[in-house]
Nanobody, 125 residues
């Protein structure tokens, strides 16, 4: 299973960006998707989460500005970021938790969590 994140880049304060993260591999189910971010010199923090039932939550610092959605058929999660602020600048990571998958190399199924490679978001003031 691999996660490929995209959509990061440079935005002006007040602007918007949309991040995407697509999962590939033999995946039967993804229980929960999440976006995390890690600013320079800081710990990685949760930004938003969505379950396979569509329940979402976002952290207070981005509430009203960011929204998370997922397309289960495409095994893709999105993070729509509006009204960006310089403090939103960070590397954003997607996470797929409790993924039920089949491994060709191991010839077995399993449940695990996976991370994308991270995409840089930079917001200029």
């Amino acid at each position: 299973v691999q996660l490929q994140a995209s959509g990061g880049g440079l935005a002006q304060s007040g602007g918007s960006l949309r991040l995407s993260c697509a999962a590939s591999g033999h995946i039967f189910n993804i229980n929960t998707w999440a976006w995390y971010r890690q600013a320079l010199g800081k710990q990685r923090e949760l930004v938003a989460r969505i379950t396979n039932l569509g329940d979402t939550n976002v952290v207070d610092s981005v509430k009203g500005r960011f929204s998370i959605s997922a397309d289960n058929a495409k095994k893709t999660v999105y993070l729509q970021m509006n009204s960006l602020k310089p403090e939103d600048s960070a590397v954003y990571y997607c996470n797929a938790d409790r993924v039920y998958y089949y491994s060709d190399s191991e010839k077995a199924s399993g449940i695990s969590d996976f991370w994308g490679q991270g995409t840089q978001v930079t917001v200029s003031s």
